[in-house]
């Protein structure tokens, strides 16, 4: 059977000479959302694959190759990004956003100095609210395409899984981890590490009935799955994060909610059998996990009783300096400054103003931290509600575009299970780590919101070449 055009496995036929030839020596298919110069995606697309198989675990060479993507996807955009069947990429909500980012890092910039002059940065920056952006250059190199989605995350999949002998400490990391020692595999701390390996691990399960159900590879690829599955769910477990895991809890109650529609609607007549044998791979996964490490998990959980104590006697003054003490202590201290700067925030730098002026953090916080471990208050701090509000519309422009073209049977249910668990993960490991300022949560937010951009924009293309009269 054909596969009609602007089908989501198949290819327009309007694809450039250069972007086949490309297709057929890389094994990457056409750019469906625009016709470029071949030579802008044979630079771009090794370039963002480097980007995304190394992502932190190196220091240079990955912040190259994301530069060379960025630069290739934005000319393809700016200069070949033409409206067809109506559909201009260039007037997308998206790009409106992206131009609001750099309005509101003016008006936040502009306002410290009129308030605050010998506090506010020399210069004008935008790179801390653009960079959640980088998402638009990569979906253009993308071209729309799924399965080039699904090139870059299994890329960023596998140099995530061999990240440990890239940039950590290698078998001996991974022993010192299940003896009860905190891993980080030497992707920034452990935090870090967490949050992507959390992210891989999502993917995998939101994509699991189609690699399950997929006759390529067979047993093979089933395999393997389950091995991938296993390490990033182990390397969560070590890294001991607790705002992480909580996130993981989250999702995974996203993804089962999901588990339980495809159970439904495709093994209506064997859905109790598959329920019974889910529940018991599930409670033996769990119980040889618990076996193994499970006293890994307890003592951390265990850790912070008596900061909690001391919070709950309302006694936050002397709150030991642990994980959580710090955070607290910090997180009071921003709401201060936050009362006093609610709409526009004090400027780019504003989380750091807190550690260099404040009048009560003891001097270990003071002289050891420069972020509150919190992206909302940091962006509130910077910049704001009107920060915090071009952050919420980013995330509401996605979801629900995610969700119209996934009604409209455009996007795959794995996609828009990807992007809810996703969303709520990454949701509620912010509010204890400013992922949203770093690298790590960079990295996953050009790649994750990249591929899933490319797919709402070749849908959106595919519906309207659908309602254009012939």
Known sequence: MTTPPFSPAGQTSTASTGSRKFNLQHGWQPNRLLQSRAWLP????????????????LDSLPEKAAQLAILCGLLMLAIYGRPQHGVSLRRSGILWLAIAAIVVALISWGCS????????ESSFKVHRLTNWFAMIPVAILLGGSARNAGVLWLA??????????ISGGGWQEWQQGLSGNRVDFGLHNAQHTAMLFGTAALGLLAFATDILRSRRGGWVVRAVWLLALTICITALLLTQTRGVWAGMLFALLVIACAGVVVVHKYFHNHRRYLLAATLAVCGAATLVGYLSIGDIVSQRLEAEQNTMLQVQQGNFDNLPLTSTGIRLRTWAEALDWIAERPLVGWGGNGRSLIFDHSEHLPPAIKENFGHLHNSYLDLLVNFGLLGLLLLGALVYWLVSRCLRYYRAGLISGSTLTFCLSFTVF??????????????????????????LLTQIW?????QAAANTPR
């Open 42 to 57: 044979l630079i771009g697309v090794p370039a963002l694959l480097t980007y995304g198989f190394f992502g932190i675990s």
């Open 156 to 165: 960023a999949l596998c140099g995530l899984l061999l990240s440990p002998w």
């Open 458 to 462: 070749a849908a959106k293309r595919r």
């Open 426 to 451: 990454f949701a509620i490991v912010n509010l204890f780590e400013s992922y949203l300022f770093y690298d790590s949560g960079r990295y996953v937010l050009a790649l994750v919101g990249g591929g």
């Open 113 to 120: 100095w009129l308030t605050h002059p010998q506090w506010a």
